[in-house]
Every structure is written in structure tokens, then in C-alpha cells.
T-cell receptor
């Protein structure tokens, strides 16, 4: 069985700074996929970024980047130059190929002006 | 592009009654559909993973008797919450899976009175 753990429940940061969120996972699979999503105030789930376990290079999309440390089973999310609209709940998740996701408990990010 | 629709977006039902929700994939073929529930202030729990022409796999704490799922083709799935009670309230998400990708619908928010 897979397990995803996010220990930070809430983080507040000033606008235009960088925020880092932690996530560790457990899996018996040799190949797997790691994701970060954000949930907006309306409840909508928005896909942000993905890391494939076999890739050593950290994924980067826009102002989102990942800190993938496979030996530590860790996949941190880094948001640079934060904006007010980045305020949301961020979920780390993982799955195998064509299977369902296992989600972490979420980290609420509050970006202050 | 790939889109996933869910209907209804919001619904209210009386305790002990049942309600059906639908999930429609547009622009791609979803080989599998995962149904999740997010209870208030909680993370997303996988209810079941449905693959066309295969048995539906329910997670622990969720049963076919309580959450029957229909998945007749590669673009449509429905799930019914039978005999709903207060603990069934929350946001029900449909995740349509095509290989590496999983596309989420906007969710059906269930309120139980």
C-alpha cells in the first residue's frame, strides 16, 4: 500500500517570497509518479506538477519546482515569487501507472500582502 | 483538450435517501475512473477504481452495496450514494485516467440533511 505524508498543516508567507512544502511517501513499487495539486477556495483541484520516479532531474513548471530526493522518499514543492492567488491548500499525491492516487493530508498556504 | 464534467455540482438530500452523480470524460478515452471523497476538513479518500471490462475495486471502508458504480464505456461513469447519512457529506471527485494522466472533474458537493 502507498502512503503520503504532509506534516505541515499551514504556512504563511509574504507575497513575492518563496515557500517550500514538504512531502514524504511510502511505496513498494519500483516505478511511480508523484504529483502536486492545489485546491482552490471553490474546491476545484488544479494539477500543478509531476515527477516521474525514474527521472533524476527535478521537474519545473513556471514558478513551481520540485525537490526530489529519492533515497529519502521525499518530494518537496517550491513556489517562488508567490502571489496572493497562490493562497490555497496544496496536496501531494502519488500513484502507479493507470492506478488511482493516494493523497497527503494537505498544506494550507496563506500568502500575505 | 481533455475535460472532465461532473453532474450535479451540488446536491442536497435527506438523510436515508440516495443520490446519483455522473462523470463524463470529453476529448479523451478514460480507461479507468477513480472516485474520491473529501470529507469536511479532510484529505481525499479513494472510494473505488473502475476499469472498463474489469471488476471495480473498492477500498477498505467503502463497499459496492453503499457506493454502486456504473462504468459502461470509456467516457462515462456514475456512482450512487445509497442511504446517505451525515458522514457521507463532502466533495466527491471523479478522476478519469488515461495512462500516466489523471484528469479531475470539478466535483459533486453532497450535503445531507
Amino acid at each position: 500500500a502507498q502512503k503520503v505524508t504532509q506534516t505541515q498543516t499551514s504556512i504563511s508567507v509574504m507575497e513575492k517570497t518563496t515557500v517550500t512544502m514538504d512531502c514524504v511517501y511510502e511505496t513498494q513499487d519500483s516505478s511511480y509518479f508523484l504529483f502536486w495539486y492545489k485546491q482552490t477556495a471553490s474546491g476545484e483541484i488544479v494539477f500543478l506538477i509531476r515527477q516521474d520516479s525514474y527521472k533524476k532531474e527535478n521537474a519545473t513548471v513556471g514558478h513551481y519546482s520540485l525537490n526530489f530526493q529519492k533515497p529519502k522518499s521525499s518530494i518537496g514543492l517550491i513556489i517562488t515569487a508567490t502571489q496572493i492567488e497562490d493562497s490555497a491548500v496544496y496536496f501531494c499525491a502519488m500513484r502507479g501507472f493507470a492506478s488511482a492516487l493516494t493523497f497527503g493530508s494537505g498544506t494550507k498556504v496563506i500568502v500575505l500582502p | 483538450g481533455a475535460l472532465v464534467y461532473q453532474y450535479p455540482r451540488r446536491t442536497i438530500c435527506k438523510s436515508g435517501t440516495s443520490m446519483r452523480m455522473e462523470c463524463q470524460a470529453v476529448g479523451f478515452q478514460a480507461t479507468s475512473v477513480a472516485w474520491y471523497r473529501q470529507s469536511p476538513q479532510k484529505t481525499f479518500e479513494l472510494i473505488a477504481l473502475s476499469t472498463v471490462n474489469s471488476a471495480i475495486k473498492y477500498e477498505q471502508n467503502f463497499t459496492q452495496e453503499k457506493f454502486p458504480i456504473s462504468h459502461p464505456n470509456l467516457s462515462f461513469s456514475s456512482m450512487t450514494v445509497l442511504n446517505a447519512y451525515l458522514e457521507d457529506r463532502g466533495l466527491y471527485l471523479c478522476g478519469a485516467i488515461q495512462g500516466y494522466e489523471q484528469y479531475f472533474g470539478p466535483g459533486t458537493r453532497l450535503t445531507v440533511l
